[in-house]
């Protein structure tokens, strides 16, 4: 971008035309004032000066025995010491006046109106605005003289104010540039920032923490998925490559596409979870929500789940209540909870005791998952919602998880407003509480 379109050009800019119109505004207020000053004071004084022709003019009479005209004439002589014109009427009759030049239609008047000798007199006393005008023409050339050099000033000092202001920003950006996939972990740092500055820093410096945090989950993301598919594709390698290194019976094959299937339905499983997931992080996953009701949901998942529950010793016991109508997409809660369960039966030893509940309370619909397992350790439990994370003896093959049932149940559990959380003691069992509002 060029200089001229630059921030710093802009905030200079906005501010000379703004000292400039503080200025103007400020010299036309102090203008008006001035000549509104000097007209009063001229009104002031030629009103003062018509007051002592209205007293004068009355004596002035007296002692020439009723001549109005030469009264007049004696006053308008005594007046011209003021320097301004003064003219007596009698009806329509001039009486006298004095010089009335440079009076002008713009010129001041004052009128007084005098009754003597049972006749009616009218005193105008008359003041050129040639002294204001020419006053306040000496005010306009100092203002316009000054102007330029005022706005040349305050240009100057407007740049200098901004490219200081801006200063911050640009050791801001000098840092935020050397900032790269490689070092995230780096903070911007400013002293002494003022607080709107500061405030800029923080919200960047959250910015980079989320973005590290971000990169750091895609990392182990992609580790942990790279490692998961690798295994199911190693042992359907090698299964193939035995089973074609010589000839085999019949039941040999069976036997190694069997291993084969097992491996690839698992292998299946992954992508579909791997996809359900990037859809929803993509927000590209539509809920298809119809009324349903969550006991019978949750009867048929039970009933679902009995046999690898008695496969391995472990008691199913379900307490789904009465009927209880909910608006949801009911496959995504069915999954939901068939990941509980699945979760909750691998985990329990033979002869323990996995229970489902339900209930609906204030907040809405509560379901529980309990188990009497081997629990989770405190360490673990904050990250058992994370994708590809078992924790510490859970993490073996054996049991044929991927570390992806849990993060599923909490998209599923917040795409409908709701939350899952999880409490547990290593060697009492975990129970697994999901709230949905509705």
């Not at 320097?83 to 440079?102: C, D, F, K």
């Not at 000496?138 to 000054?146: G, P, Q």
């Not at 570390?403 to 975990?430: D, Y």
Request: overall charge neutral; aromatic content about 6%.
């Amino acid at each position: 971008m060029s200089r001229g379109h630059s921030f710093r050009a802009q905030l200079t800019t906005w501010y000379l035309a703004f000292f400039s119109l503080l200025f103007l505004l400020y010299s036309g207020f102090l203008y008006s004032e001035l000549a509104r000053s000097l007209t009063a004071r001229l009104d002031e004084r030629i009103g003062s000066e018509a007051d002592t022709a209205a007293v004068l003019f009355p004596d002035e009479l007296h002692e020439m025995h009723g001549d109005a005209a030469a009264a007049a004439r004696e006053v308008v002589s005594e007046m011209k010491v003021t320097g301004n014109a003064v003219s007596i009427r009698e009806g329509g009759r001039m009486l006298a006046s004095g010089p009335t030049a440079g009076t002008g239609p713009n010129g001041r008047h004052a009128t007084r109106r005098v009754e003597a000798g049972g006749h009616r007199y009218e005193i105008v006393v008359s003041a050129s605005l040639g002294a204001i005008d020419a006053e306040l023409a000496v005010v306009r050339r100092v203002i316009f003289l000054a102007l330029p050099l005022i706005l040349v000033i305050a240009g100057i000092g407007g740049y200098g104010l901004a490219t200081r202001s801006l200063r911050p920003l640009g050791w801001m950006a000098g840092q935020a540039r050397r900032i790269t996939e490689t070092n995230l972990d780096t903070r911007i740092k400013i002293h002494n920032a003022a607080e709107e500055l500061g405030v800029l820093v923080a919200s960047f410096n959250d910015l980079l923490s989320r973005l590290n945090q971000s990169f750091d989950t895609m990392r182990r993301f992609v580790a942990d998925a790279s490692h998961e598919l690798r295994t199911p594709i190693s042992v359907i390698r090698g299964e193939a490559d035995v089973a074609l290194s010589q000839e085999r019976s019949p039941a040999e094959y069976r036997e190694v596409l069997g291993v084969i299937q097992d491996e690839s339905r698992r292998l299946s499983r992954l992508v579909d979870d791997l996809l359900n997931l990037a859809r929803a992080d993509a927000g590209h996953v539509v809920l298809q929500t119809h009324d349903f009701y969550w006991n019978e949901l949750l009867a048929e998942c039970c009933r679902t789940a009995q046999g690898a529950a008695a496969a391995r010793g472990v008691e199913l016991e379900v307490q789904a209540g009465g009927d209880l109508q909910f608006t949801g997409d009911e496959q995504l809660l069915r999954r939901l909870v068939m990941n509980l369960l699945d979760n909750a039966i691998r985990h329990t030893p033979n002869g323990g005791k996995v229970v489902a509940a339900l209930e609906r309370g204030p907040g809405g619909v509560t379901l529980r998952i309990s188990d009497t397992g081997s629990g989770i350790g405190a360490d673990d439990l904050p990250r058992i919602f994370e994708r590809f994370y078992r924790a510490g003896e859970v993490r073996s093959r054996q049991d044929g998880g991927f570390g992806l049932g849990l993060a599923i149940v909490r998209w599923i559990a917040e795409s409908h407003h709701g939350t899952v959380t999880c409490a547990s003691r290593p060697g009492q069992g975990s129970t697994f509480t999901v709230l949905l509002p509705g």
